[in-house]
């Protein structure tokens, strides 16, 4: 290889470098997310794999394994209010019904029912805003992100990479003149692209990485001149 088409080959390095890392985007859409229902005193072990893209993933009577056991509201005014798990760019959002028979407004999951949400890795989530979006009929919940290994209300464990919402404590009241209150949960996901950098980290940001990347491309350039 001669000085001039070597000098272009760094370049070109170069210029991939740019271009990969200003195209890498921390989002789920496009992603696959592994949702499991679990609640072992119910004998209940539910798992469904989603692509998660513009709709709702998951919903009562879609023909998942989940949504086979979800609730739909109806009545006079709102004939289909289902639960649902919806995943967007950088959240997930649960539409949880107050469907207990025995007690009114609570969900009728026994101790330890949880949702665990297993992202694979595959958008570079570092963890969950602290405080959580609950609907105002929602109560006996915690809006605050809770370390993982928690046993109650949301926590995000940065080694498995996974989600966990607890749902047996959920109650929720009246919700207009639906037969069981639903009531929504929404967890904005921390990701490589919206998280604030410690104080004073040494950790280069893609900026600069990008044009370190083409800097070194000209360099050789001009020695090889």
């Known amino acids: 290889m001669n000085a001039s088409a070597r000098a272009r080959h760094f370049l070109f390095a170069g210029a991939l470098l740019v271009g990969a890392i200003g195209s890498a985007s921390a989002t789920l859409i496009g992603t696959?997310?592994?949702?499991?229902?679990?609640?072992?005193?119910?004998?209940?072990?539910l798992t469904d794999t989603v692509s998660v893209?513009?709709?709702?993933?998951?919903?009562a009577g879609d023909g998942t394994n989940i949504g086979g056991i979800m609730f739909t509201s109806n009545s006079p005014g709102n004939?289909?209010?289902?639960?649902?798990?919806?995943?967007?760019?950088?959240?997930v959002i649960l539409r949880i019904a107050g469907a207990d028979n025995v007690n009114a407004g609570k969900t009728g999951f026994a101790a330890g029912a949880?949702?665990?949400?297993?992202?694979?890795?595959?958008?570079?989530?570092?963890?969950?805003?602290?405080?959580?979006?609950?609907?105002?009929?929602?109560?006996?919940f915690s809006n605050t992100a809770q370390s993982a290994g928690c046993t109650a209300g949301v926590c995000f464990d940065p080694v498995a990479d996974s989600l966990t919402v607890f749902l047996d404590a959920i109650t929720m009241g009246p919700d207009g003149n639906l037969p069981a209150p639903m009531g929504n949960i929404t967890i904005n996901l921390l990701t490589e692209d919206n998280t604030t950098p410690?104080?004073?980290?040494?950790?280069?940001?893609?900026?600069?990485?990008?044009?370190l990347g083409l800097g070194l491309g000209i360099l050789a350039l001009r020695r090889r001149r």
């Open 53 to 59: 893209g513009a709709g709702i993933e998951i919903q």
């Open 32 to 45: 696959s997310v592994t949702a499991n229902l679990l609640s072992p005193l119910d004998g209940v072990n």
């Open 114 to 140: 949880r949702y665990v949400f297993d992202f694979q890795a595959a958008a570079n989530i570092t963890g969950i805003n602290s405080s959580i979006g609950l609907s105002s009929n929602i109560s006996n």
């Open 198 to 211: 410690p104080p004073g980290g040494n950790a280069p940001e893609p900026g600069s990485l990008a044009l």
């Open 79 to 91: 004939t289909n209010v289902p639960e649902f798990i919806d995943f967007s760019a950088t959240s």
